[in-house]
């Protein structure tokens, strides 16, 4: 065994978690993270009383900006929400009745597997933005 493929073994073990911070690509965090900032309370505001799953979007976007959350959480929310904003996706948005489902099942999924990271605080925080909406309207 050469001294690179030792030390290769020796950086992956499937034995060890990997290091969080080394499983996200900064640069895909950072540009999901914009289109997220820019375009994500517009599009709820558009949305939020067409699509039942309005309230557990918006806990996803609040825990994905909680300082608490695990950075590869965030990254892999940040993902999620990039792709509920994005007005071209799998099923585009403005068919009626099937436009928002696949947006539904990325969330779903995002949530079974990082919903341990969903806090009350981020619901509560969701449920007053969602009031505030529905009070503008």
């Known amino acids: 065994m050469t001294?690179?493929?030792?030390?290769?073994?020796?950086?992956?073990?499937?034995?060890?978690?990997?290091?969080?911070?080394?499983?996200?690509?900064p640069a895909v965090v950072r540009v999901n993270e914009v289109r997220v900032r820019r375009g994500f309370w517009p599009k709820i505001r558009k949305v939020a009383t067409r699509i039942p799953f309005a309230p557990e979007v918006v806990s996803v976007w609040f825990c994905a900006r909680d300082p608490q959350t695990?950075?590869?959480?965030?990254?892999?929310?940040?993902?999620?929400?990039?792709?509920?904003?994005?007005?071209?996706?799998?099923?585009?948005?403005?068919?009626?009745?099937?436009?928002?489902?696949?947006?539904?099942?990325?969330l779903?999924?995002?949530?079974?597997?990082?919903?341990?990271?969903?806090?009350?605080?981020?619901?509560?925080?969701a449920g007053e933005a969602l009031k505030r909406i529905a009070d503008e309207d």
């Open 108 to 125: 779903a999924a995002l949530i079974s597997l990082l919903g341990a990271n969903l806090k009350p605080r981020h619901r509560e925080a």
């Open 3 to 25: 001294g690179n493929s030792k030390q290769a073994d020796q950086e992956f073990d499937a034995g060890r978690p990997l290091d969080p911070s080394r499983a996200l690509v």
């Open 70 to 106: 695990p950075t590869a959480a965030k990254g892999m929310m940040m993902a999620a929400l990039a792709y509920f904003v994005l007005p071209t996706d799998a099923i585009p948005d403005v068919l009626a009745g099937i436009g928002f489902t696949d947006d539904a099942a990325v």
